[in-house]
């Protein structure tokens, strides 16, 4: 197992800019969701995909959008950065919908 | 509104002491809950998985209790360590869609 790795570590923005966040999650892990966090604040969901195809979504703008590859990597995109966009942002996988979630350490993004 | 609750306030505790962590649900009919354990700047980790129809589950020296009555979902570390230290999360999976809403965490301090 490899695990899940985010890149990059941290980024910062400036508002009405556009982002791209990038995930690889563990082979063989068909669901991926990608999760907003503040600071003090539980993970909020923003979007899942599973087998490339998006099958639930969070109370997010349709400014936040994403893609999930064959190889099991994903990305994020923000468009029209807002400062209230900063936050840790975490990619998650799982192998199917009963097992816990393997959590990458994050993207930190500060939006200026 | 759905709502999950977790104690806002730091639990403070000694040394080889049980601490105990409380999820309160309202207006779910959650399929599963998960507990999982986030150390700063990093993502969540997996701990524990805890069904609708199970009400206990045991890993080492953590439980977990689960009262779909109650709405309560109670989660314990016995002989508690320094490096149990760190926030802990609840989250609730639906049933229908199978994907994982989290409340905002417990920071647990164990003191040497």
């Known amino acids: 197992e490899t695990g899940v790795t985010q890149s990059p570590t941290h980024l910062i923005k400036t508002r009405g800019q556009q982002v791209t966040l990038r995930c690889s999650s563990q082979s063989g892990h068909n669901t991926v969701s990608w999760y907003q966090q503040a600071l003090g604040q539980g993970p909020q969901f923003i979007f899942q995909y599973y087998r490339e195809e998006e099958n639930g979504r969070g109370n997010f703008p349709p400014r936040f959008s994403g893609l999930q590859f064959p190889n099991y990597s994903s990305e994020l995109n923000v468009n029209a950065l807002e400062l209230d966009d900063s936050a840790l942002y975490l990619c998650?996988?799982?192998?199917?919908?009963?097992?816990?979630?393997?959590f990458g350490s994050g993207t930190r993004l500060t939006v200026v | 509104s759905q709502k999950i609750e977790q104690n806002s306030e730091a639990l403070n505790i000694q040394e080889g002491k049980t601490a105990t962590l409380t999820c309160n649900y309202t207006?779910?009919?959650?399929?599963?809950l998960q507990w999982y354990r986030q150390d700063p700047g990093r993502g969540p980790v997996f701990l524990l998985l805890i069904r609708e129809n199970e009400k206990e589950k045991r890993k080492e020296r953590l439980k977990v209790t689960f009262d779909t009555t109650l709405k309560q979902s109670l989660f314990h570390i016995t002989a508690s360590q320094p490096a149990d230290s760190a926030t802990y999360l609840c989250a609730l999976v639906d049933g229908g869609s199978y994907i994982p809403t989290f409340g905002r965490g417990t920071s647990l301090i164990v003191h040497p």
């Open positions: 207006n779910y009919s959650p399929a599963y």
């Open positions: 998650a996988s799982s192998p199917s919908e009963d097992y816990g979630y393997t």
